[in-house]
């Protein structure tokens, strides 16, 4: 249950390069660290992490999602390092 780097491209209006993948993969699955390329057709090169709230069963029982796995809320900030592993997210 996670959104494919091209629906959160699509949810965050912006266009991502890589991923950053921790060497001990110690990020949660409901964040993702990206390179960001392109904001609203801006040109950008940094970092983000991007924090999905993702629908679960019970968001849908309680009637605050359609279905499981919907993007109920997206938020993201400018990163130079990792938080989880501290490496320096290169702008090159
Ligand atoms: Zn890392």
Redesign the pocket.
């Known amino acids: 249950m996670s959104l494919s780097q091209s629906e959160l491209e699509l949810e965050s209006g912006s266009a991502l390069g890589e991923p ?1 993948i ?1 060497a001990e993969n110690e ?1 949660p699955e409901h964040l993702r ?1 990206h390179r960001v390329l392109e904001i609203d057709g801006d040109a950008k090169n940094h970092w983000e992490v991007f924090s999905l709230w993702l629908a679960t069963g019970e968001d849908v029982l309680s009637g605050e999602a359609e279905e499981e796995g919907e993007l109920l809320n997206l938020s993201s900030m400018k990163i130079n390092f ?1 938080p ?2 501290g ?1 320096a997210l290169n702008t090159n």
């Open positions: 950053h921790c990020i660290i990792c989880f592993c490496a």
